[in-house]
């Protein structure tokens, strides 16, 4: 049983916390003029910039410590070696392999996967290159213009996240839609955009059993089957991406028309496999060959950086420093580049399925609070927004910043007015903006002693409120998949410390649980003229309510 407030790093860290916070971020600045310098890292084609932090040089020491403690780099070394990482569903997580570079085997049960995933890679490039390329016709001879990617959860947000970040380099003849939501619109009012004769239907699921997909992927075809096409010509506009081939024959698509990948890939970090097609076919494979070099090069960064230079775990630890010894609950996701607009989303999924936990690896219950809530929308947005909270606020909300010094799109002084509103939140957040500096301000513009009196609390900042900042070049895909493995590792690292298991996800069951027994009460109901008497009264007067306004519809 892990007790981690007892153990003596964290206890030590408990200490030096309040001592910490007695000095303020502007006035750690005031006092070291070395302080961007030390408190900086690259790792894969970006810079982390954490300087506007509560820390001091022996935060750091102490932070570093209660990770060697909890074994941090051992755990990192056994998920990268496909040791059983995930024991409460008996598997390895071994999505780092799905984008090794080198030429090591790396085994799961004995078993070197390397050539499995090459050759899914090849099969994959195959494909893709036919449909880019037009030579992969629909059932009247035509090329296919539009792909639609059937899936949810994990087989969905990343590789929507990662076509809309990589638009700029997106084939530009190829129109790809994502379908997730069991709410009929979803698929309907897509539906109505594309045309069954050129129409590439992609249906995504590890298992082939999530009820979402598979009422999703049938009214698809339905839909299909509902042109001039008929059964035979199912090959042809169907694909799909699983670890099931029993479930996707039984679905009626080809076998030979389905790109595998394996149980020990979880769902949110599937974006590497074959889940990653809708991708392949917006960038080409071989911009996705760009996109898993710069995972690799994370990985490898994560693997052999000491702690104290190590990207993910820096950024875990300042997680841990603020959600652990300053009370912070959430954490923003701040993306000042619009084609990152669903990153936050993505990151959601990723922080909150992973770290949303309890109880520890062995079972017992956590004594400290664990994954935060991970939020955000693209700057400048987010400013005319919730940005007042963060600054004025009562919440201590660390945030991310992240930031390209390149447009994909030059265009007059857009990009130059993007960075400086970026750098100005940062500032703003740190330094705040003193009571006497309001009453300053306000009196040289000329404003009446009453008007300034009654306004200066209003205008004050406080200031102090931490950021980390991450810059690269130009998001591309190196760049886009180096940045998506930091956050994977930092997950990754934030789990070792709290020792959770950040790879199994018992917490979605009992509503897919519930929906099927409520279903299935819904329509008996129905038939047989009764009501609903199984549950709670809430639940059965909900039910019974929307039974009786259905059936007065009907
Ligand atoms: C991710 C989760 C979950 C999963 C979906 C879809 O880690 O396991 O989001 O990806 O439930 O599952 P299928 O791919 O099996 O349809």
């Not at 005031?30 to 302080?35: E, G, L, S």
């Not at 009992?510 to 409520?518: F, H, N, S, Y």
């Amino acid at each position: 049983m892990t007790n981690l407030p007892k153990t003596p790093k964290w206890a030590a860290l408990t200490e030096h916390a309040t001592e910490q916070k007695n000095t303020t971020l502007a006035a750690r600045f005031k006092a070291d003029d070395q302080r961007f310098e030390k408190f900086q890292l690259n790792a894969a084609g970006w810079f982390l910039d954490f300087s506007k932090n509560h820390i001091s040089d022996e935060t750091v020491v102490k932070l570093a410590e209660l990770a060697e403690a909890q074994n941090v780099s051992a755990k990192f070394n056994a998920m990268f070696e496909g040791d059983v990482v995930n024991p409460t569903e008996g598997r390895a997580a071994l999505h780092s392999a799905l984008r090794y570079q080198g030429s090591d085997a790396i085994k799961v049960d004995g078993d070197d996967v390397m050539p499995g995933i090459r050759s899914v890679l090849d099969r994959m490039a195959a494909f893709a290159n036919r449909v880019r390329d037009g030579e992969w016709l629909g059932f009247s001879g035509k090329r296919i213009t539009d792909v639609v990617n059937v899936g949810i959860g994990g087989s969905d947000l990343g590789p929507l996240m990662a076509t809309e970040a990589l638009k700029p380099f997106t084939h530009e003849a190829l129109n790809l839609h994502f379908v997730s939501n069991v709410d009929g619109s979803h698929m309907v009012s897509t539906l109505k955009k594309v045309n069954p004769e050129t129409t590439l239907f992609i249906v995504a699921s590890k298992t082939f059993t999530t009820i979402e997909t598979l009422t999703n992927a049938t009214t698809a075809k339905d839909w299909f089957l509902e042109s001039k096409a008929g059964e035979q010509d199912v090959a042809k506009h169907f694909v799909a991406l699983s670890t099931n081939a029993e479930k996707v024959a039984a679905f009626g698509i080809d076998t030979n028309n389905m790109f595998e990948f394996w149980d020990w890939v979880g769902g949110r970090y599937s974006l590497w496999s074959a889940i990653g097609m809708p991708l392949m076919l917006a960038i080409g494979p071989d911009g996705f060959t760009r996109f898993l070099e710069g995972a690799a090069a994370m990985d490898e960064h994560a693997k052999n950086a000491p702690v104290r230079e190590n990207m993910p775990v820096t950024l875990a630890l300042l997680t841990v420093w603020y959600s652990n010894f300053f009370g912070a609950t959430s954490h923003l996701i701040a993306p000042y580049d619009q084609y990152l607009h669903r990153f936050p989303a993505y990151l959601q999924q990723l922080t909150m399925e992973s770290n949303g936990k309890s109880v520890h690896v062995d079972g017992s219950s956590v004594s400290v609070s664990t994954g935060p809530v991970v939020w955000g929308e693209p700057g400048t947005n987010g400013q005319h927004a919730y940005f007042q909270l963060l600054h004025q606020g009562t919440h201590l909300i660390p945030a991310d910043f992240i930031l390209a010094a390149e447009s994909c799109n030059p265009c007059g002084n857009h990009h130059e007015l993007l960075i400086a509103n970026c750098l100005a939140q940062t500032e703003a957040l740190m330094q705040g903006k003193s009571t006497e500096d309001v009453v300053e301000e306000m009196r040289s513009a000329g404003v009446p002693n009453d008007k300034i009196e009654s306004l200066k609390t209003h205008r004050t900042f406080a200031g102090n409120r931490p950021t980390n900042t991450l810059l690269t070049q130009r998001l591309d895909a190196y760049t886009l998949g180096s940045l998506i493995a930091l956050y994977e590792h930092k997950v990754f690292a934030e789990a070792a410390i709290w020792d959770i298991n950040p790879f199994d996800q018992w917490g979605v069951e009992l509503g897919k649980q519930l929906a099927t027994t409520i279903y299935n009460d819904m329509q008996d109901a129905v038939k047989d003229g009764k009501s609903v008497t199984s549950h709670d009264s809430s639940t059965n007067g909900l039910i019974n309510r929307i039974n009786a306004s259905r059936s007065r519809l009907a």
